[in-house]
């Protein structure tokens, strides 16, 4: 599921076939790919996680160094900054958390997902005429009943399986997400004498 959308609550299932419902749960079914990219979002919730501890500890420690108003410029523009990363840090921890849960959805529906039933009517009386066997023409009508509802009643948990997946897919959309970083200057810089602006 790592290059697909999560499929919209307006499927109506009831119209597939059974293949094409099975074809659903295998095309871009790939859990070891999902899993790649849940821990890839991990490492970069490490990573920030990381830049906002020393941000912090960057703040703190220019305390004594530098006091007044640019000192308490700097520490604020630092606490931003670090405020920013953990937040980002969180929204990452959760979008991989998502991606996992929903390549477990993903293989839990391939999984569960039934054979489909062959039912060809024509082919299971083509086969009892071939065959001679009188007492199986005879009974061909409940064979054929019986075939047809034994197919329904794969198709039907199939139909199922793929209600189930979406459900629990959506489900597993996280509610947070990224905010624009902080800005982390005033008017886009000091200006020099000339105006223009200069490098912070």
């Given at each position: 599921?790592?290059?697909?959308?999560?499929?919209?609550?307006?499927?109506?299932?009831?119209?597939?076939?059974h293949e094409a419902l099975k074809a659903e749960v295998?095309?871009?079914?790939?859990?070891?790919?999902?899993?790649?990219?849940?821990?890839?979002?991990?490492?970069?919730?490490?990573?920030?996680?990381?830049?906002?501890?020393?941000?912090?500890?960057?703040?703190?420690?220019?305390e004594e160094a530098w006091s007044g108003p640019g000192?308490?410029?700097?520490?604020?523009?630092?606490?931003?900054?670090?405020?920013?990363?953990?937040?980002?840090?969180?929204?990452?921890?959760?979008?991989?958390?998502?991606?996992?849960?929903?390549?477990?959805?993903?293989?839990?529906?391939?999984?569960?997902?039934?054979?489909?039933?062959?039912?060809?009517?024509?082919?299971?009386?083509?086969?009892?005429?071939?065959?001679?066997?009188?007492?199986?023409?005879?009974?061909?009508?409940?064979?054929?009943?019986?075939r047809r509802e034994e197919a329904e009643a794969a198709?039907?948990?199939?139909?199922?399986?793929?209600?189930?997946?979406?459900?629990?897919?959506?489900?597993?959309?996280?509610?947070?997400?990224?905010?624009?970083?902080?800005?982390?200057?005033?008017?886009?810089?000091?200006?020099?004498?000339?105006?223009?602006?200069?490098?912070?």
């Amino acid at each position: 599921m790592s290059d697909r959308a999560i499929p919209s609550t307006g499927r109506r299932y009831e119209w597939y076939s059974h293949e094409a419902l099975k074809a659903e749960v295998e095309s871009g079914n790939e859990p070891a790919e999902a899993g790649e990219i849940g821990r890839e979002w991990a490492e970069l919730a490490d990573a920030l996680r990381e830049a906002g501890d020393a941000l912090t500890g960057m703040s703190a420690g220019s305390e004594e160094a530098w006091s007044g108003p640019g000192g308490d410029a700097l520490r604020a523009v630092l606490r931003k900054a670090a405020g920013w990363s953990q937040e980002a840090a969180a929204v990452s921890v959760s979008l991989g958390e998502a991606v996992g849960s929903q390549a477990e959805t993903a293989a839990r529906a391939r999984a569960e997902m039934p054979e489909p039933v062959p039912y060809d009517p024509a082919g299971m009386i083509r086969d009892a005429v071939a065959a001679g066997d009188l007492a199986a023409l005879a009974g061909l009508s409940g064979a054929l009943s019986a075939r047809r509802e034994e197919a329904e009643a794969a198709r039907q948990k199939a139909i199922d399986v793929l209600y189930a997946r979406d459900a629990a897919l959506r489900a597993a959309v996280p509610s947070s997400s990224f905010t624009a970083p902080p800005s982390l200057t005033r008017g886009g810089g000091h200006r020099g004498q000339q105006g223009k602006p200069v490098p912070m």
